[in-house]
């Protein structure tokens, strides 16, 4: 009952929080109420026993990735205010007609899930014992190591990329 | 319920309490310290060897006036300074003060508590901290501030990944994320983990004084020369709490060494029975007495050495200390596999 | 690969900066005017001038010795070096000798002052560069010389110790041991600064190979004093044009080799100890005798004009007096001041450094801008 509460409270914030994001005028906001937001879903992560992925979501991507996206923003701001036309190439009706698509797919997936007669696929069963941090470890070593690898040589290629677009010619 | 919310929340409000007048006592500690290190006396004037200053200063600060900038943007600029000190402050719901102990006939934990990612939310909580130095730079709506934020927000994020290096390495020794687990990691292997990973022992200590912009690394701060720093626009009060926001961080820092590498509540040398009797002085004691060594030491490095340049930190943090940090995690866990 | 990325992006356009006359780390009011690309100094314009108060103007209304008063607050750090010179020039132009005994406590009045000069240019260097504890110690030494000036003359900073022909008083009884044992305890001082700074990493990194310049380079700007020996020139005025009474002590010129802040940093740091070996010598030596040489009640010089120079702790200074042999007052007086001439320097030394290295360099090269200005 109060996990019913606080699920409901905390879905309730972090939509709301996201319709600011993109709703707000000043690009700086957005970002911070981005920031509000992800801390929200990590206590959402808190809720569903990953306390591991919370701690993670809020150390990477609340502490480390949005902070550089407070750079960039802060940073061209200092020569452009916010654009406040209206771009001419917008398609405002096919957006909508297409998001509209969208959301009708999720409700029918969600609907046929509830009501069809096997009931959702089962979680795989916990193959290790001991806590978030160890369960997590072993899957992504073992079953998920190729996809692991290959993120990490994405990072390396960014990181590179990074480098030589700011190397200075000396 | 007693033992869920009565007695967490009494924790965390003497917590809270000690810490902030910790934090206004350390802003005395060190000029006392500084002066003595420099032949001279310190505040002497208000109350008995100046011990009444932090209350002076605060009076003073807080009667000064609030001036806000008129162009700046009025929630950020009220918002960071907070986003600076709270996130300092709820670090330690982590710290284990202490082992169980016997009060009015309970059995009550030295600490708030304990998650069994401990480690990982020190740095977590710590990486947020970053936010109110960006905004504070931000809300002052001038160009000089601004990069003088910038600058000391890139010193930080850049000394946070030659910390969670070592980190790292002291995980795989310990085996558990859990602030209280590495105390008792440490208990079980009869050894502070100070000589067991000391170069991890070093370079979190550099590490956490770049993190808290203390010297040497606090060209942003001191940056008498010309960009007066992120906090230029900021008077009064607010002025006060990017202040005690820095010492929350030096004691959080102190806190969180001492439980990693000094044994947190154990006394020295926990696996020599010969030593019993340091048993007699409580943990708790001996965890403020390695605490407040190593608030000594920081206060020590300030008077004594001269401050890097800007280049030459940044320089430190990627090429040495990172590069060392992967190295001893190599090390560690080749020496783990093996042993 | 070439990488193209839109110019506007990157915009590093240059930025002025103004290092404003208020400064913390100017040692007093000057401005310099920054042209940055990022962090780095491209160029720099710097404006003197805020401390300008016409000595050399003043002093055609004052009579000769008045002036030795004007001529405390050039160099406020050092008055009595400032003292020291003008009071030769005249005697220069009047062609009067300074008995033994004057010229040895002069001596060693100057030696006195080009430590306590020294200390308060180490203070102040490692302060800027962040070791704030130096500074205190520094001062503290400095304390004990201006106790020791006090009880000479009773001023500690603005002393016109000196007069035209020799010394107004003779040094008080048990002076001299007095000055003995702070020169022990200059000794035992020194080795502390050496263990703060000399081999601290920290201080090398911030003062190696900052602001190099070679020894043509330096002689070409009109660098002085040991802003100019620390380019490895040997050039001492102490030893090559002798005056008071330097010919009959046995000192060394600490040269430097680089010319970067590190050595000229070195060479003040063995200047103070040299000048400890001055000082002990003078006093061990001191001759009886008088202190003022035959001067006139009213003193006027002939006609004629005259160029006299010193090495003060700052660098070479030299006065240039011309007298027209009628009036009580010069005609003209004209100062070489040193730390203008190394503030000329500064231009050259700077550019290419960042903005952290400027305060280093503004302390290396040892200015004070009461002698700058005038």
């Known amino acids: ?170 | 319920m007693v033992d869920t919310l009565v007695i967490p929340l009494l924790k965390i409000v003497i917590l809270l309490n000690a810490i902030l007048i910790a934090v206004t006592y350390m802003v005395l500690l060190e000029r006392k310290v500084i002066a003595w290190v420099q032949s001279r006396l310190g505040p002497m004037r208000v109350g008995p060897y100046g011990a009444l200053q932090p209350i002076a200063d605060a009076i003073k600060l807080m009667a000064k006036e609030d001036i806000t900038p008129t162009r700046a943007d009025r929630w950020v600029f009220t918002a960071a300074p907070i986003v600076v000190l709270v996130p300092a402050l709820i670090v330690f719901a982590v710290i284990p003060f202490g082992p169980e102990v016997e009060l009015f006939g309970r059995s009550v934990p030295l600490y708030i508590t304990d998650i069994n990612v401990g480690l990982l939310y020190v740095v977590a909580i710590a990486s947020l901290g970053v936010y109110g130095i960006i905004l504070a730079g931000w809300a002052s709506n001038s160009k000089y501030p601004l990069l003088a934020s910038l600058r000391a927000t890139a010193q930080l994020i850049s000394y946070e990944v030659a910390v969670t290096m070592i980190l790292v390495s002291l995980v795989l020794t310990a085996g558990t994320l859990s602030m209280v687990g590495i105390v008792e990691a440490q208990r079980d292997a009869g050894l502070w983990f100070a000589f067991v990973q000391p170069v991890a022992f070093v370079v979190f200590f550099i590490g956490g004084m770049a993190e808290t912009n203390r010297a040497p690394f606090d060209m942003p701060e001191a940056e008498q020369e010309l960009t007066g720093g992120f906090h230029t626009e900021y008077s009064g009060m607010r002025f006060a709490l990017f202040f005690l926001a820095e010492y929350a961080n030096m004691i959080v820092i102190s806190t969180v060494a001492t439980t990693l590498f000094l044994g947190g509540w154990l006394r020295p040398f926990p696996g020599v029975a010969a030593l019993g009797f340091l048993d007699l002085v409580p943990a708790w004691i001996w965890f403020l007495f390695k605490t407040f060594v190593f608030l000594y030491v920081f206060l020590w490095i300030r008077a004594t050495l001269p401050r890097y340049r800007y280049d030459q930190l940044m320089r430190l943090g990627w090429k040495v200390l990172i590069p060392i940090g992967i190295g001893n995690i190599v090390v560690t866990g080749v020496v783990k596999v093996l042993l | 690969m070439q990488v193209e990325v839109p110019s506007s992006m990157f915009d590093t356009s240059e930025l002025v900066l103004n290092m404003g006359p208020q400064h913390p780390s100017t040692h007093g009011v000057l401005r310099i005017v920054l042209r940055l690309d990022g962090e780095r100094v491209v160029d720099s314009d710097i404006v003197v001038g805020y401390l300008h108060r016409g000595i050399e103007k003043l002093s055609e209304n004052r009579d000769w010795t008045q002036i030795i008063l004007l001529t405390d607050r050039m160099d406020y750090v050092a008055a009595a070096s400032t003292n020291l010179v003008y009071c030769e020039t005249v005697e220069k132009l009047m062609s009067v000798e300074v008995p033994r005994r004057a010229r040895y406590v002069r001596t060693i009045l100057a030696e006195l002052q080009r430590i306590a000069s020294h200390c308060l240019w180490l203070g102040t260097h490692a302060m800027d560069i962040g070791a704030m504890t130096v500074f205190l110690y520094a001062f503290r030494e400095r304390e004990l010389i201006l106790d020791l000036f006090e009880e000479y003359c009773g001023a500690r900073l603005t002393y016109t110790a000196l007069r035209i022909g020799g010394l107004p008083l003779d040094i008080p009884p048990g002076w001299d041991t007095k000055v003995l044992s702070f020169c022990d305890i200059m000794d035992s001082k020194l080795g502390e600064y050496e263990t703060l700074l000399t081999h601290n990493r920290i201080w090398l990194d911030r003062t190696k190979d900052i602001g190099v310049i070679d020894g043509p380079d330096a002689i070409g700007l009109g660098l002085c004093g040991p802003t100019l020996r620390g380019s490895a020139v040997p050039r001492d005025v102490r030893k090559d044009e002798p005056y008071a009474a330097y010919d009959e002590f046995e000192f060394d010129v600490p040269i430097g080799v680089k010319g970067d802040t590190y050595d000229r940093y070195l060479v003040r740091l063995e200047e103070f100890r040299q000048s400890l070996r001055i000082i002990r010598q003078a006093i061990d030596g001191l001759p009886e005798g008088p202190i003022v040489g035959k001067v006139p009640r009213l003193i006027k010089p002939p006609a004629g004009e005259t160029y006299h120079v010193n090495e003060s702790p700052k660098g070479e200074i030299g006065f240039f007096i011309a007298s027209d042999g009628r009036s009580t007052n010069p005609y003209r007086l004209r100062v070489r001041p040193p730390s203008l001439c190394n503030l000329q320097g500064l231009r050259r030394l700077i550019r290419g450094h960042l903005v952290a290295d400027v305060v280093a360099l503004i302390g290396s090269i040892d200015i004070v801008l009461g002698e700058v200005d005038r």
């Open chain 1, 1 to 170: 009952m109060g996990e019913a509460i606080v699920f409901y409270g905390l879905s309730a914030l972090i939509l709301g929080f996201a319709v600011m994001v993109i709703s707000t005028r000043d690009t700086v906001h957005s970002v911070l109420f981005l920031v509000v937001n992800f801390l929200l879903v990590a206590m959402l992560y808190v809720l569903l026993g990953a306390e591991f992925l919370a701690v993670i979501q809020v150390l990477v991507y609340a502490g480390g990735i949005l902070v550089l996206y407070l750079f960039v923003v802060m940073l061209v701001n200092l020569k452009r205010p916010p654009e406040t036309y209206q771009d001419p190439r917008r398609q405002t009706r096919l957006g909508l007609a297409l998001s509209g698509a969208v959301l009708a797919e999720f409700v029918a997936i969600g609907v046929y899930g509830y009501t069809s007669p096997e009931g959702l696929p089962a979680v795989a069963a916990q193959a290790v014992e001991g806590g978030n941090v160890e369960q997590v470890g072993w899957v992504l070593y073992t079953n998920y190591l190729i996809p692991f690898e290959v993120a990490s040589i994405l990072l390396l290629v960014a990181m590179i990329g990074a480098i030589v677009l700011a190397q200075r010619d000396v």
